[in-house]
């Protein structure tokens, strides 16, 4: 069906029910991941570790099991309850975030990161393919956009209460406490959320078909288009991951934050900048695919250009206020990529394959991103100090800056492409 002829259904209310429910797992599902990130400084103070444990261990460490473990566990939920296999993943992240908490050692520390992971596999992929089947095609980006505020609400409060939780006890508290409210929001999906109709807005021919588990892999990775818009967003999330695991201990020890002022400031940033990109491209993402399709594509090179020289002055900016500032403009243009290519995978495999072609989706950009950008980030920051070079970490987050220009020309590599597929089958270019 081409874009200009989808009829766009009305949004249910059960469904806007089901969407804030699962942003709200979402929300703690990157409260979880994003703590090690934001307690780093007295992490390290506790625990005796340098930037570059700390690095494997937000990312290499816990990615391995994050971006592996997605893949049998979105095998399985496309074959059984996807609602069961999520309030399952939401309790076993949970309670590995309350382990990190009781950590005595790096090694211990590391366990927990991997529990973490693996519990979180289980979260995402399921929720896009549930969220796809109470959403009609050209409703699916703004729910999607607004899924996606799980990321930097879950931030933005791990900020604001993770920090002040341990300005005020110690960061063990913060694990614990964030730890059991998610058992109880693992309780709270089972009755909330109910299984929906696979399929339910797709053509009839496509539902009912049971594709295997070799059928998906072939079928993604056999798509350029899938694997242009994963190693597309990967780039991006080697820049994201590869910031964001570094950005509070940057700032207090570059910038000269407290605690207590990253707690608030830090958090806000967080809040505006990343809430407005996701709602913005997922809007956009609805209104441009209407007229082309290459808009997937199109939108996030253009925001990854723009957001280029606000990252460059970010990291230079001589005094955290104006780090901050350029630090909005920076999240806000950053996340433009996500809605877009969740929206692009779920709408171009069958409904059979969805979590699965969602969790290879993860896999990629999550292996590249989240397992090598903090990895990257902290062992370069050990190397140029290990050389003598002051402002070790500063130097470390410049050398991210080739990776934008690496994701733009991936994502017009994409558009082009999407372009000539949609002139060859007859629809709107």
Known sequence: MNAPDRVYAPTSSRARVVLWTLTLVYVL??????????????????????????????????????????????????????????????????AAT????MAA??????????????????????????????????????????????PPIGAALGIAFGASIAAAFNWRV????????????????????REPERGAFDESASKGVQSSFWDTMKTFFSSPTLLLISLGSGATQFITYGLGNFTSLF???????????????????????????????????DRFTRKSKSAYASIPALSLTIALPFYVGFVWAPGWQLALWLLTAVMALNYFYLSSAIALVQEEVRPDQRVMAGALLLLIMNFIGLGLGPTYVGEAS?????????????????????FYVIAVCLFLWLARRLRAETAVNGGAA
């Open 251 to 285: 700032l207090m020890r570059e910038k000269g934050m407290t605690l207590q002022q990253v707690a608030i400031w830090y958090a806000l940033v967080v809040a505006v900048g990343m809430s407005a990109g996701m709602l913005v491209s997922g809007r956009a993402i």
């Open 382 to 402: 050990d190397a140029f100090a290990a050389h003598g070079i002051a402002h070790s970490l500063q130097v470390a987050l410049y050398t991210l800056t080739p």
């Open 29 to 94: 599902n990157f409260l979880d991941r994003s703590l090690l990130g934001i307690l780093a400084k007295p992490i390290q103070d506790t625990l005796h570790i340098s930037d570059g444990q700390l690095g494997l261990i937000g990312g290499l460490y816990f990615a391995l099991f994050y971006c592996f473990i997605a893949i049998p566990v979105g095998w399985l939920a496309d074959k059984t309850n996807r609602v069961a296999v999520l309030s399952i993943a939401c309790a076993i992240w949970s």
């Open 105 to 150: 050692t790096y090694p211990q520390l590391v366990v927990g990161r991997m529990l973490v992971g693996f519990g979180e596999a289980g979260g995402v992929p399921p929720s896009y393919t549930i969220i796809t089947d109470y959403f009609p095609p050209g409703r699916r980006g703004i729910a999607f956009g607004t899924y996606n505020l799980g």
């Open 174 to 193: 913060a694990f614990l406490a964030i730890g059991a409210i998610g058992i109880v929001a693992a309780v709270a999906i089972r009755v909330i959320v």
């Open 98 to 101: 309350a382990f990190c908490g």
